[in-house]
């Protein structure tokens, strides 16, 4: 049986594996690992692809997430409003900060926080909107905006999964305060390891970043604040160089994976594809369906389909099985159960299909079969 993975890194690395080779033994070879020029070459690079003057590399999505907190002075006792539908990372930063999450409900059709929701969640406590671009979905950027700056709020954008997304001609990352990217090995942009960055129209922001993650320091050996270790090898700034003049057309075969499930899958019943909203260019991280559920399923279709597929070699994800609001370590901010009713509900009807730039039309034709014979 052919086996379809949920993604295949092994395909894109033999397309740049000479590229990188080289590269990489330039790097060995030159004796500098750490902050080298190479990564003050990436940054202006991947500023320029973004569209912001500045750039800040750093060891992880995470990293970004958390500095971008750090550079603003949000701490205890201030709120953050953001999604529960996400990467756990995306609140824990805020809790790393001993700031308080403030979860707003999804938009079921995007995944994304719903907008409208989001003026009823704001408190004199509030400092700051953390949208994510969830599975490449740009979130409505031009309405967060617009009521960030009625309230004075930061956005910070959390885009590792939407790394080449546009807003109305925009990219992610250039529209808020400052733009998180993660290169995770599964992100659009990947690295092989950790990295992250942060982009920002603000050099004063980028600055106090760059001191943060130098242990608080401008001058070596000499300390202004506590700050982190958060440095990108590199050999990794090296291999991202190269990719990053491959991400367009890997988005664009993303997007024309995309195209091709719409179409194979936009009849069968019970089932939900993901949905564009006008403005917001996807960049498909993942490729994300829905099992809608009825009453007299047991609420557990979408564990038997997703078994079923599996049996005839089709591989899928669940992202996120369970709403961040719902995780047992926010137990004690009491959102209870049906309290984001969309975040909850989604949580139980999620299942994401193989999707990478060179998954092939007759591997989405099989999926397809396979979906509609476990139904
Ligand atoms: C991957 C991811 C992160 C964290 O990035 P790392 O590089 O893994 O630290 C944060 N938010 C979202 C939405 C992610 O998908």
Known sequence: MNVIPPLDLTQQFSLIQAEVNEAVSAVLASGQYVNGPINQQFEQEFAAYVGTPECVVCNSGTDALYLSLRAYDIGEGDEVITTPFSFFATAEVISMVRATPVFVDIDPDTFNLDVAQIEAAITPKTRAIMPVHLFGQPV????????????????????????????????????????????????????????????????????????????GSHVRYYHDEVGMNSRLDAVQAAILRIKLRYLDRWNSQRQAVANRYQELLQAI????????????????????????????????????IRQALQQQGVSSMIYYPIPIHRQVVYAGLGYGAGSLPWSERVATEVLSLPMFPELAPEQQEAVMYALKDSL
Not at 202 to 208: F, G, L, M, S
Request: aromatic share 6%; hydrophobic share 35%; glycine share 12%.
């Open 140 to 215: 409505d950027m031009t309405r967060l905006m617009a009521i960030a700056q009625r309230h004075n709020l930061r956005v910070i954008e959390d885009c590792a999964q939407a790394t080449g997304a546009t807003w109305h001609g925009a990219q992610v990352g250039s529209i808020g305060d400052v733009g998180c990217f993660s290169f995770f090995p599964t992100k659009n942009l990947g690295a092989c390891g950790d990295g992250g960055a942060i982009t920002t129209h603000d050099p004063a922001i980028a600055r106090r970043m760059r001191m943060l993650r130098e242990h």
């Open 269 to 304: 019943p019970g089932v939900v594809a993901p949905r564009a909203i006008a403005g917001g260019l996807s960049v498909w991280n993942q490729y994300t369906i829905r099992l809608t559920q009825t009453q007299t399923d047991g609420g557990d279709r979408r564990d038997r």
